[in-house]
């Protein structure tokens, strides 16, 4: 049925209707419907010229192309990824599968093979994977240690200029915190700010959750604070991925923004131990990221891989943080790839509908699901500050359509049949082999 589906796409031109196609709620916008039990709205969508001219309750449209009750997303939004390592599992594997294991390995490799060649054959793989899968738009973080940093930038600087118009890509730098407090933190943000970056760090900040800080640690975050606010750079930061009960860098950068007013967006991802830490403790938290605006993003597929991780036990909890409580507090939160077949994540492949899926599976976002789509669009296009991931009137027809109807059939399986539309017409794009990348590896297979 999607081989005549995509026939008749094909043939439709630049103005037709897409009829009959269920959309979840939360990624619509003046949709004259309402949603089912399942949150999902259905509706006739009319394309123009490559933008979506109009919705109406399905059974308007007397002609066009009909999805026969199947779903219709905005293509998705990949708000936290790691391109520069990604697929690099062949010649440097995890041989342990936990966090520290994955340091070292990645360590090793990037002092051993990252020249310019081979970070952009790697990511440039990577991006036409999530392109085939219909993604529009990736946030990646970039290893950034001086001198190699300025490699890495350069790189990637090209490759978003070389894939605009197909994935709009930003760049976020990663180094731990402390590299930015001495001279090494003014070039590094200035290297960032030139490159129309995000400024960005890891923070794993452990103790008792009562006990006092590091006296060093808050003018480390103030300091790196007033690099961002000198360049006006938005923020996007690692905190907290461990299981560990005494990390708190999740409310000491709220407080920071806070008592600062950062003015710029704040993304922070993982923020895995508030899990397990005291009730009392994570809600105060939780309340401080409300009041200071900060987005969430959360990495449930590698969060489970690598958390709780111990030879011979079985991990006792998901690794992941408490989303259902952030979106409660009005938190604008999401779900994303973050590592591909790399050490830290030995898996994946840039497709967001793997990653909804198993998030819905590890998170329980259903049983209602209402709302919950938006993690993998909307809400993700508001933390990178991009006007994607929602069907309305004027929005690009960038879109991916699947035959699965409810969401128990489009959570049940990969739907790798799915269609996508760029600018309402059919892409013809394919994920590349794997094998395009044994050059890599001097015939190393993972």
């Known amino acids: 049925m999607m081989q005549a589906l995509r026939a008749a796409l094909r043939e439709a031109g630049a103005r037709f209707w897409l009829r009959d196609a269920r959309v979840p709620a939360s990624l619509a916008e003046g949709a004259p419907a309402r949603p089912d039990a399942q949150d999902l709205l259905r509706l006739d969508v009319r394309i123009e010229e490559g933008r979506i001219a109009a919705l109406a309750p399905a059974g308007s449209a007397e002609e066009g ?7 219709l997303w905005p293509g998705f939004v990949d708000a936290h990824t790691h391109l520069d390592k990604g697929h690099i599992w062949p010649r440097m594997a995890n041989a342990t599968g936990d966090f520290a294991g994955a340091l ?20 440039d793989f990577a991006l036409r994977c999530a392109l085939a899968h219909g993604t529009v738009a990736v946030r990646t973080h970039l290893d950034s240690y001086l001198p190699h940093a300025h490699t890495t930038w350069r790189v990637f600087r090209e490759l978003r200029a070389a894939w605009a118009g197909r994935i709009a890509i ?28 995000v400024l960005g760090m890891v923070t794993r900040l452990s103790g008792g959750v009562h006990d006092t800080l590091p006296p060093d640690y808050v003018p480390m975050l103030e300091r790196f604070f007033a690099l961002a606010e000198a360049r006006g ?8 991925e461990s299981g560990e009960q005494g990390a708190r860098g999740l409310r000491e950068i709220a407080l920071v923004a806070l008592r600062r007013r950062f003015r710029g967006r704040i993304q922070v991802g993982h923020c895995c131990s508030l ?24 990495l449930p597929m590698c969060n489970m891989y690598l958390q709780d991780r111990a030879p011979g036990r079985t991990p006792r909890w998901r690794g992941v943080t408490l989303l259902h409580e952030m979106r409660a507090a009005g938190i604008n939160v999401s779900v994303a790839s973050d590592n591909t077949r790399d050490p830290f994540y030995a898996y994946g492949d840039l497709d967001m509908v793997e990653v909804f899926r198993e998030a819905t599976r590890i998170l329980h976002l259903d ?3 209402a709302g919950w ?27 991916v359509l699947f035959r699965a109807r409810g969401m128990t059939e489009w959570l049940a399986r990969p739907q790798a049949d799915r269609i996508v539309l760029r600018a309402g017409r059919v892409l013809d794009a ?8 044994d050059p890599l590896f001097a015939g190393a297979v993972g």
């Open 373 to 399: 789509a938006a993690a993998a669009g909307r809400n993700p296009a508001r933390a990178m500050g991009i006007g994607a991931g929602v069907i309305r009137p004027g929005a690009a027809a960038d879109l």
């Open 367 to 369: 049983h209602p699901p």
């Open 104 to 123: 070292e390995a990645v360590t090793r490799d990037r002092g051993a093979a990252w020249t310019a060649e081979d970070i952009a054959a790697r990511a």
């Open 65 to 71: 192309v009909s999805l026969e009750g199947g779903q």
């Open 430 to 437: 394919t994920p590349p082999d794997h094998r395009e990348l």
């Open 275 to 298: 899990a397990v830490q005291p009730e009392a403790f994570a809600r105060e938290t939780i309340a401080r990221v409300a009041e200071a605006g900060l987005d969430v993003v959360s």
């Open 233 to 240: 750079l938005d923020l996007d930061l690692h905190v907290d």
């Open 170 to 197: 930003q760049m976020v730098s990663i180094a731990p915190l402390d590299r930015f407090a001495g001279p090494q933190g003014e070039e590094l943000a200035d290297l960032v700010a030139e490159s129309g970056g």
